[in-house]
């Protein structure tokens, strides 16, 4: 019978089409002859699915036995993107050389899962490309750190790590940007409409959580440090759904658990019996909000309840099968540490540390010492910003209200660490209070949840070197001198090359493995293989495949902008080879200066006109300013009012360059609606150039910049973030950075507080020309918040200070890119064989060795 199950798994294409054809009788209850793209797709990612619980039963029954130790890694966010091509390409085996023309054709030639299956929908009359695009985008996320979640969970099952990741089944991920008339709108992301077939509901799994409710100490006079009772006031019940996550080129299947919040099915007697029926029944239907919507904010903390009921129903669940998991193993609690590492993304799970202090305390009576102790040893706390309108911090009345036992359990927490901080640090008040997880401001008093989070673990990591040092010199400056500079790490973030370059670029990936003599794609596992490349950087032949490859991309990306603008080109085709694509896509955010960029293209813009009107003809401005398409996307938060004017004034100054004939069709300006994970997987190939230009110290990392890199586009970057990495990793020819150093803010900003910025010259004729409503005929005064901010209200992201350094390294692009192609070429050919460092492979096993201490757990 056991055989029998495994023959369940496809090998062939006719196996594959046999599981196919069944899933849409019985599965789909349809007829292959009424059988749609959608069914297709549902059907296809159901049989390949089938393959993946197979695998992922194995792993997690090899995972158990060999006790290795686990790792949780703790995300609110998880931008998963689609998963089916994602499976396609990580399930690939290669054909061993004995079973070579044993099965079909398809197989023999030492060809992915992928191929096969590409075959088998052929033969059944579907194309695969169509079939993937059916899949919605699993976007539970925001941006960089819900992307970053993503990448880590394909990296640690690649390396084999046990290890899962838990987060919440939002039935609303990040909402849907459509542009009306130049403004962002947003509408509603219901990814649920089609049932998921990437989910496995764990209906058994139902972990019942309480909030609100008081302490009960009537049993006479009890410490807060002693075992306590709480009783909740309201539950809800989290209910687990699965999915599978399958690694590259190895049989291990991990798991990303998503908690949804159910009603319980009990019944509030009390209510029931004084008549108030309707109201129990809301109150059961209240359970359902808290996993309802993702909060889009970005680098933005706002102290809601409803974010805060969410943090801890996820960190209760999660903490919750935790345990119950550990506990099965007999082993005793001091080993806990041993067994489990828990990686907090941002200080979203931060309760997580306070409710396995809980746990260990009030449920499981270890003294209260002991368990702290154990928490410490189990945490591990990454932090992604050093803004201070992004540190999370909740009010203490609104915490103690809906987690009244947590509230007090942190209150001790901080009573031990100032008493700790009072014995090396004797007398200094100023200090304790600088450092206490409690905020004491004048008026209300709020908890610090990113001191709770260091306070709580053992270690902490800033996401690329320049931040890792900032965070150590600025915000944790008290901490590095209280607990010494070693509890503070960085580990630099990457991104998996089997998306962001299989997936995304398979003409790329083709050339690569042909050029390296790769077949088997092995150096998307070990991209040190890719330095192979610089031998043919200055190759001619090679440099005309590589740039084939780039025009291919762009023409891709071309059409899917024309799809975008209604079937009208914005681009011209012909010119399509001459044509840089300068691309920035990103959350929208004034710290990352999209104004600066459109500002830039204004300038641009002005300079090309003034040419022509002193008598340049239209070849002089060509060559002075030559092709370009300047693309911009990304989302704002809905309640960020300039991030959504700097949406509208992309958009206006589009409708005026893109419509003025003069100009010839040598500027083009396009704001790609609706950015996300699958129209990246189209964007970031065809750049010829990319804009990370955040104001310096202000972007942790960036991973966007990796992306583009490691598909051969060229970066104009401030010294920010992992560019100054990236830099040093490809080298300083090969990246064009510009602007102010981050050790220089601080006295810019100052200075700009007494004295408004002198404008240099451009930059005046840039903000004049808006203001006089070049580009809002209807409403001269629509962008100037947007002026003033720089001219009157501090330029607190120093575009002032940066414009000539941008406009002036911009001009060093074009010269390059249209006077010097081979010069690009190499340049691109460079970058991509030395990009390896930001796998996120790399990333993962630096968290492996320097905090987690744990160790892959190999199939056999
Ligand atoms: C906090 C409280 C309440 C509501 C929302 C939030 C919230 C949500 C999302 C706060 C921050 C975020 C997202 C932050 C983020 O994406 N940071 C980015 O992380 C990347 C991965 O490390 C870095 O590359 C980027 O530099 C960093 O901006």
Redesign the pocket.
């Known amino acids: 019978l056991w055989n029998k199950h495994k023959v369940q798994k496809f090998n062939t294409s006719e196996e594959f089409e046999e599981k196919f054809i069944s899933h849409v009788e019985w599965t789909l209850a349809r007829s292959l002859y009424n059988c749609d793209d959608l069914a297709a797709y549902q059907a296809t990612s159901q049989s390949v699915r089938d393959n993946l619980v197979i695998d992922w039963n194995k792993t997690q029954q090899r995972q158990t036995v060999r006790g290795g130790k686990r790792v949780y890694y703790l995300s609110l ?1 998880f931008l998963m993107g689609r998963a089916l091509d994602n499976a396609l390409i990580n399930m690939r085996t290669d054909t061993s050389a004995q079973d070579v023309g044993k099965t079909d054709q398809v197989l023999t030639k030492g060809n992915t899962s992928r191929e096969m299956i590409r075959q088998a929908m052929k033969d059944l009359g579907f194309k695969l490309e169509d079939i993937l695009e059916q899949e919605p985008d699993a976007a539970l996320g ?5 992307r ?1 979640a993503a990448c880590f969970v394909d990296s640690l099952a690649t390396g084999n790590f046990p290890a899962w990741g838990y987060g919440l089944r939002y039935q609303y991920g990040i909402f849907a940007q459509k542009i009306i008339n130049g403004y962002q709108v947003e509408t509603p992301d219901y990814w649920l409409n089609f049932s998921n077939p990437w989910e496995i509901e764990r209906a058994e799994i139902q972990v019942p959580i309480n909030f609100y409710g008081y302490v009960d100490r009537t049993n006479g006079e009890q410490s807060t440090l002693a075992p306590s009772d709480w009783i909740g006031g309201e539950r809800v019940l989290a209910m687990a759904h699965d999915m599978p996550i399958p690694g590259f080129k190895t049989s291990t299947v991990n798991n990303l658990r998503l908690w949804n919040a159910k009603p319980t099915t009990e019944f509030d007697f009390s209510k029931f019996n004084s008549g108030d029926y309707k109201n129990s029944v809301e109150q059961q239907q209240r359970a359902e909000s808290i996993t309802a919507v993702l ?1 889009p ?6 102290g809601k309840e409803l ?1 805060l009921k969410q943090q801890y129903f996820w960190c209760a669940a999660s903490l919750h099968d935790i345990v119950r998991r550990f506990k099965k193993n007999g082993r005793p609690w001091s080993e806990f540490p041993d067994a489990i590492a828990i990686q907090l993304n ?1 200080t ?1 799970p931060t309760l997580a540390i306070v409710e396995l202090q809980r746990i260990l305390v009030d449920l499981e009576k270890l003294d209260w010492h002991l368990a702290w102790d154990i928490v410490i040893k189990t945490f591990a706390y990454t932090n ?2 050093v803004m201070q309108e ?1 540190l ?1 911090k909740w009010p203490v009345g609104l915490l103690g209200h809906l987690l009244p036992r947590h509230l007090e359990i942190i209150f001790d927490i901080n009573w031990f660490f100032l008493q700790n901080v009072e014995k090396k640090f004797p007398h200094d008040m100023e200090l304790l209070s600088r450092v206490s997880i409690i905020e004491d401001a004048s008026s209300d008093r709020q908890v610090r949840m990113a001191f709770l989070a260091i306070i709580g673990s053992h270690k902490v990591n800033g ?1 690329a070197e320049l931040h890792s040092d900032l965070i150590k010199t600025t915000i944790f400056q008290d901490f590095v001198k209280i607990y010494g500079a070693n509890k503070f790490t960085n580990v630099t ?1 990457g991104i998996t090359p089997r998306r962001w370059l299989k997936q995304a670029n398979p003409k790329l990936a083709q050339l690569i493995s042909e050029t390296i003599n790769d077949p088997n794609d092995d150096y998307l596992l070990d991209m040190s293989k890719l330095t192979e490349l610089s031998k043919y950087a200055e190759d001619a032949g090679f440099q005309k495949k590589w740039n084939d490859v780039k025009q291919f991309n762009k023409l891709r990306l071309a059409d899917l902008i024309k799809r975008l603008n209604g079937g009208v080109d914005v681009i011209d085709r012909e010119h399509i080879r001459n044509t840089l694509f300068d691309i920035q896509v990103k959350r929208i955010h004034e710290y990352k200066r999209q104004q600066l960029n459109i500002f830039g293209v204004i300038h641009r813009y002005l300079e090309m006109k003034e040419m022509l009107q002193s008598g340049g003809s239209i070849e002089e401005v060509a060559n002075r300013y030559p092709r370009k398409v300047s693309i911009f996307g990304g989302k704002s938060a809905p309640g960020y009012y300039m991030a959504k004017l700097i949406i509208k004034l992309v958009n206006s100054v589009a409708e005026v360059v893109n419509n003025d004939a003069e100009i010839q069709d040598l500027l083009k300006v396009y704001f790609i609606p609706d950015y996300n994970v699958s129209k990246a997987e189209i964007i970031t190939p065809a750049s010829d150039l990319s804009e990370h230009i955040s104001t310096a110290g202000t ?5 966007s910049n990796m992306k583009f890199v490691m598909n051969g586009g060229l970066i104009i970057g401030t010294v920010d ?1 992992a560019n100054v990495e990236i830099t040093r990793e490809i080298g300083e020819d090969n990246i064009f950075l510009f602007g102010n150093l981050s050790e220089n803010v601080d006295e810019l900003r100052y200075n700009h507080q007494f004295h408004n910025p002198e404008l240099p010259k451009p930059l005046k004729r840039v903000l004049d020309t808006v203001e006089s409503g070049a580009f809002s005929p209807q409403n001269h005064h629509e962008f100037k918040p947007l002026t003033d901010s720089i001219k009157y209200h501090g330029d607190y992201y120093l575009v002032s200070d940066d414009f000539e350094s941008y406009i002036a390294t911009q001009d060093l692009v074009d010269e390059v890119y249209h006077k010097n192609k081979k010069e690009w070429l190499k340049k691109s050919i460079l970058s991509v064989a030395n990009v390896g460092f930001f796998s996120s492979d790399r990333c993962i096993e630096e968290y492996a060795e320097t905090i987690w201490n744990a160790e892959p757990v190999k199939p056999e």
Request: charged share 25%.
């Open positions: 966010e925001n941006g960089g750190l819900g970053l909060y904010n970005d680098n933005f903390e706002q974010r941002d979203h992604h910003t992004a999370e996401v973030n972007e942790a990392s960036g991973t973030g």
